[in-house]
């Protein structure tokens, strides 16, 4: 007789929501424990990319997801000084041309109700994973603070995706690969004053930039610093950070008026990192607990859903069919996903290191984009390719 194997879910973002739904589907009982009590946390990514789009519109997804209020964006442009300049654009890509830009609780809501429907699917909310349950060597499920006092939640399999302050990570001993970065990011909303033109926008000026992503109604906007300048920023008046604002992007000066508090404005430590192993026996890491990814390019929910994709597609088998879950097995998810993760980490770190940097170290005057990379970007089919790297990724996987 056929004994099929339960998975516990730990972190109820886009890697663990869209695991749980995956498995879910194939049959499989699962649990998801997420600490929070529901979604509606602010300052996470909010971009949805054609590679989530093609696994939505696989899993039947997709025509709920639309029903969803967004933006869409089909460029990303930059303006330096006097100069605006598109360095990826999706227009011409298929099958989808834009990045969709959906509040993240709106995404995790839909994949919660998609879940729930499912027979094996339960979603526990304000359960806090606080340790690893040990058979041994082995993983065999965690504790969890839940409204009810502590409990434990028993899995032939745990897997991590409690985000990149992982709880798990830590409660594993697993050794961590830094990679660093020279910024950290500052999150704030600003009142847009006029409609969406399909476009993410960027300002870079001397020693600073920032990006302004539309959602619907406001700008979330990032403001890029030197790392470990947070603290000196926010020592000085509220009013020196407008005027800097302002210079960046004086046509938004009634808006960037609007910010009355440094509590307003959150700070994000960015922290690029990836796991040496992703595995332990029963323990299985994916997501931001995995690698955590630099938010240049806004791809970290891309690859937190691909991981899912990847785990759901080598594990429903064995775990359905009551497998062994071996070494073997778990370190196929990491040998798939790790050379994507790689080169994504590779890319980040060199804009980082070269023309972000450059950005950071500016005096007086923001630095240019090299006239031959200017002549090179005229050519769309050019604009394209960065598009499609943050887009659809490297090594797509289709959902089974
Ligand atoms: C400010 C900010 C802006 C970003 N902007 C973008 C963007 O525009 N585009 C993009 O693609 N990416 C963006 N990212 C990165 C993106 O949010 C992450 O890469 C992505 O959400 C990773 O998904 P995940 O499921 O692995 O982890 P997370 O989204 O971090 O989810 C982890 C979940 O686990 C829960 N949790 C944590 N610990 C426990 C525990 N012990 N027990 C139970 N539950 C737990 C958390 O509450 C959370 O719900 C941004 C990140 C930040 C912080």
């Known amino acids: 007789m056929i004994n099929p194997k339960s998975c516990c879910i730990v972190g109820g973002g886009p890697a663990g929501m869209m695991l749980g739904y995956l498995l879910a589907r194939r049959g499989i ?4 424990l997420e600490k929070h009590a529901d979604f509606l946390r602010d300052f996470r990514g909010d971009t949805v990319h054609p590679s989530t789009l093609i ?22 442009s930059v303006r330096m000084g006097e100069v605006v300049q598109t360095v990826a654009d999706f227009r011409g890509l298929a099958p989808f041309d834009y990045v969709a830009l959906v509040p993240q609780w709106d995404l ?68 961590v690969e830094e990679l660093g970065a ?55 008046p509220l009013e020196n950070f407008r005027q800097t604002l302002v210079s960046l992007a004086p046509e938004l000066k009634d808006s960037i008026a609007a910010i009355q508090s440094w509590d307003e ?13 992703w595995h332990q026996q029963g323990l299985l890491l994916i997501g931001d607990a995995a690698h955590a990814m630099s938010p240049i390019g806004g791809v970290g929910i891309n690859l937190a859903i691909q991981d899912s994709i990847t785990a759901a597609n080598v594990l429903a088998p064995a775990l359905a069919a009551g497998d062994e879950l071996n070494d073997a097995l778990l370190s196929r ?25 450059a950005v950071l170290a500016a005096k007086g005057q923001a630095p240019k984009i090299p006239a031959p990379i200017r002549w090179l970007l005229k050519f769309r089919v050019l604009r ?16 089974q």
């Open 29 to 32: 009982s699962v649990t998801v």
């Open 55 to 76: 696994a939505l519109q696989q899993v039947g997804l997709l025509q709920r997801f639309n029903a969803l209020p967004q933006s869409r964006i089909n460029r990303l």
């Open 108 to 175: 995790l809501n839909l994949l919660a109700k998609a879940g729930r429907a499912l027979p094996h699917f339960t979603l526990r909310m304000q359960h806090e994973a606080t340790a690893l349950v040990r058979d041994g060597d082995k993983v065999v499920g965690v504790t969890a603070n839940t409204p009810t006092g502590e409990r434990q939640f028993l899995a032939d399999l745990t897997i991590a995706c409690d985000g990149r302050g992982s709880t798990l990570r830590d409660r594993a001993s697993l050794a």
């Open 182 to 236: 020279p910024m950290d990011v500052l999150w704030f909303r600003l009142p847009k004053p006029h409609a969406s033109n399909g476009e993410l926008f960027g300002v870079i000026g001397a020693g600073t930039a920032i990006v302004l992503i539309d959602r619907i109604d406001y700008f979330q906007v990032a403001y890029i610093l030197p790392k470990g300048s947070d603290m000196k920023l926010r020592s000085k």
């Open 265 to 277: 404005v959150k700070t994000l430590e960015v922290k690029v990192d990836r796991l040496q192993t």
């Open 333 to 357: 998810v990491q040998r798939r996903r790790l050379p994507a993760v790689k080169k994504v980490q590779a890319l980040q770190v060199a804009l980082q290191n070269n023309a972000l940097s």
């Open 384 to 399: 394209n390719i960065p598009a499609r790297i943050i887009g659809y990724g490297f090594d797509r996987e289709d959902v």
